[in-house]
């Protein structure tokens, strides 16, 4: 049991130390001033009521060289449905959207005013979101979303159409579980054609515990239009899925 356990951490502590490896190495090889590096802490935490329920609230943060430029507390509801037949393999048991071939989010966001912008001011969102949910096979899954979130600053509203596609795969050990996806998504503001931005990511979720789950990726934001600047990132997350009160 032990030895388990020490496997898992040596993996945890291989796996932040790798994806922090891009970062540094984009960086010298751009050597550009439009280059941005942050991470992007965050806590997520879900409770299931029944089936077709689920209840997820999450914490997130930025931080832009030594200190965090801005934060925001996010509560959404997931609805479930079209069970599917076909699982993708050795799922995380714990993970509910991986055994439906659709589901679909509602949630309302809070962000905390950014102290390095010229005019600080905070950020309320309204999500909507609908995922659907593909097994090709190889104990895979092809996830497509199409989310929009109208965001409401100083009394100014945008919306923003989130698209994105994301390939996972699972794998096991002896020891270890864990789960390998890479994603696109696409930024489309409708009010500024500007500041649309491409981006991928790369990264894993290892399951740490029967109901807690660790997440560690790396995203490339593509510079293509006038505002956008290049951004490098490395996000970990730390997910806990609540036992369900009987």
Do not use: C
């Not at 992007?40 to 689920?54: G, I, S, T």
């Not at 060289?65 to 699982?87: C, E, K, M, V």
Request: proline share 4%; glycine share 4%.
């Amino acid at each position: 049991m032990l030895n388990g356990h020490f496997k898992k951490i040596t993996f945890l502590i291989f796996l932040s130390v790798l994806l922090q490896y891009p970062v540094s190495t984009l960086a010298r090889e751009i050597k550009s001033d439009t280059l941005t590096q942050e991470v992007w802490p965050e806590v997520d935490a879900y409770y299931r009521f029944n089936q077709a329920l689920r209840l997820m609230g999450a914490f997130t943060a930025t931080k832009a060289h030594t200190a965090y430029a801005d934060g925001a507390l996010a509560l959404n509801l997931d609805y479930f449905t079209l069970r599917s037949l076909r699982q993708s393999g050795r799922d995380m048991d714990m993970d509910s959207t991986r055994g439906y071939y659709q589901w679909f989010r509602a949630g309302l966001k809070y962000k905390r005013p950014d102290p390095t912008s010229k005019n600080p001011a905070p950020v309320y969102s309204i999500r909507t979101e609908s995922n659907t949910r593909f097994y090709p096979g190889w104990k895979s899954l092809i996830s497509l979303r199409n989310r929009f979130d109208f965001q409401d600053k100083s009394g100014f509203w945008t919306v923003i159409y989130r698209p994105r596609v994301t390939w996972e795969k699972d794998f096991r050990t002896t020891y270890l579980y864990f789960l390998a996806y890479t994603y696109v998504e696409y930024y489309a503001y409708f009010h500024n054609g500007n500041r649309n931005t491409l981006s991928a990511a790369l990264g894993a979720q290892v399951k740490v515990s029967r109901l807690i789950v660790f997440d560690a990726y790396y995203l490339y934001q593509f510079q293509h239009e006038p505002l956008v600047n290049q951004l490098s990132a490395i996000g970990i997350r730390i997910r806990f899925y609540m036992p369900v009160i009987k």
